[in-house]
């Protein structure tokens, strides 16, 4: 489940057996917008931090022993999915993390073999880090204080990845979707 930061009340939900419903209205009403999306295990819902059409899910099929990633964006509050999995290899999404500040350019999934990174919303993908060997990652957060990816494994503990060596995000965040200006210098 995730809340939009754009506008409160504004409700992504995913459940186990597939279904993707949002709400406006702070959950009074709830419509269906999975329709054309995989009936596979919702991983993660999130929603854009610049876009309030926007949102991305992430779905495992390994209890149908489905190993196809999957990674989907709308752009119209659900009415249409497009498939941002392209490249990442035959393994489950856990999560997605989305860069506020860069209009979704930015973009992270956990994944059963790791952490891996787009520059390019979606369209090519590439595993991060030299030191984590191919083990689960379920959860991600962005700490903007060391401007790194923190990301939480399954038998490696934590695991950070820092945004301005990893994919070349500048050591400076402009006025973004926040609401205030931040400034990161590397050590």
Same mark, same amino acid.
């Given at each position: 489940i995730?809340?939009?930061p754009i506008a ?6 995913? /459940?186990?057996?597939?279904l993707?419903?949002?709400?406006d ?10 329709e054309n999306l995989?009936?596979?295990y919702?991983?993660?819902?999130? +929603?854009s931090?610049?876009?309030?059409? /926007? ?8 209890k ?11 752009d ?7 498939d941002?999995?392209?490249?990442l ?6 999560d997605i ?5 860069y209009?979704?350019q930015?973009?992270?999934?956990? +994944?059963?073999?790791?952490?891996y990174?787009s520059?390019?919303?979606g369209?090519?993908?590439e595993?991060?880090g ?7 990652v379920?959860?991600?957060?962005l700490n ?5 990816i923190?990301?939480? /494994?399954?038998g490696?503990s934590?695991? +950070?990845?820092?945004l301005d ?5 500048s050591?400076?965040i402009?006025?973004?979707?926040l ?5 990161f210098f590397?050590?």
């Open positions: 995730d809340e939009s409160p009340g504004f409700i992504y939900a995913g /459940t186990n057996n597939g993707i419903l949002m709400t209205d702070d959950g009074e009403n709830w419509n269906l917008i999975s995989p009936s596979r919702v991983t993660s819902v999130h +929603t931090p610049s876009k309030l059409e /926007t949102a991305y899910v992430t779905f495992s099929g390994y149908d022993n489905d190993f196809i990633p999957r990674v989907y964006r709308t119209d509050f659900g009415d249409t999915w497009a941002i999995s392209s490249n290899p035959d393994i489950a999404v856990n993390l989305i860069v506020p500040g209009q979704d930015f973009l992270f999934v956990a +994944t059963d073999g790791g952490v990174g520059e390019d919303g369209n090519n993908w595993r991060l030299l030191d984590m060997p191919n083990v689960p379920y959860d991600m957060e903007l204080e060391n401007l790194e923190i990301a939480a /494994t399954f490696r934590i695991m +950070t990845y820092p060596e990893t994919l070349g995000i050591a400076t402009q006025e973004n979707d609401g205030f200006d931040i400034q590397p050590n």
